[in-house]
């Protein structure tokens, strides 16, 4: 099969959970054990990253250090057959180049990239390579660890979900559920960057 009808027969599917939210259910169901102490820390504001270490769809890794170089993080927590969340992939590749130089990061984690035995699922990962290069993304695409990033992916009832990440490894700000347009973001981030930076 071309990749025409691979990307024809991809969008029709994903196009079935458009929600009204700009989002749809989550159908990965990660393991919760660390989920309350997870959400404890975030509503104290003191939850951090902690040690991880995750693969890319084209297998390099990347471990809790990535956040080192950049004053802010946006992680972007997304699903290969969640139509909302390709829809908006090319604003935040747009919103990435914009802002980079701002100290302003963008990743992407694919939610249905690890499967129930914990390892990667190579259907979600090559999905996620043509949505990658359908999008024209060059920005990473995470594929989530054993742990689902220390418990933080945990329980995701709907995707995307998009939070921010200092230089320190510290959750900041508020966590959004749904698409948003580039404009949308730049606000937000914007703002963010403000609260973070020195």
């Known amino acids: 099969m071309g990749k ?102 963008v990743v992407g984690i694919v939610l249905d990239g690890i499967g129930s035995s914990g390892s990667a699922d190579e259907n979600a990962v090559e999905t996620a390579k043509l949505i990658a290069d359908y999008t024209g993304a060059s920005y990473p695409f995470l594929i989530p660890d054993k742990s689902y990033l220390n418990g933080r992916l945990s329980g995701i009832s709907a995707v995307p979900e998009t939070f921010f990440v200092d230089k320190e490894g510290n959750f900041v700000g508020e966590t959004y559920s749904g698409s948003r347009s580039l404009e949308e973001w730049e606000e937000i981030v914007k703002a963010q960057l403000e609260e973070v930076a020195p």
């Not at 029709?12 to 159908?27: T, Y």
């Not at 951090?48 to 995750?54: N, P």
């Open 4 to 105: 025409r009808k691979l990307y024809t027969a991809f969008f029709s599917a994903a196009a079935c959970c458009i929600l009204a939210l700009g989002g749809c259910a989550s159908e990965n169901k990660p393991p919760s054990e660390d989920k309350a102490a997870t959400e404890e820390a975030a509503d104290e504001g003191t939850a951090a990253v902690g040690e991880f270490s995750m693969q890319d769809i084209e297998g390099q890794t990347y471990t809790q250090e990535m956040f080192a170089d950049y004053e802010l993080t946006m992680v972007n927590v997304f699903a290969t057959w969640c139509s909302p969340c390709i829809s908006e992939i090319p604003d935040l590749q747009k919103l990435w180049e914009e802002m980079e130089g701002q100290g302003v990061n």
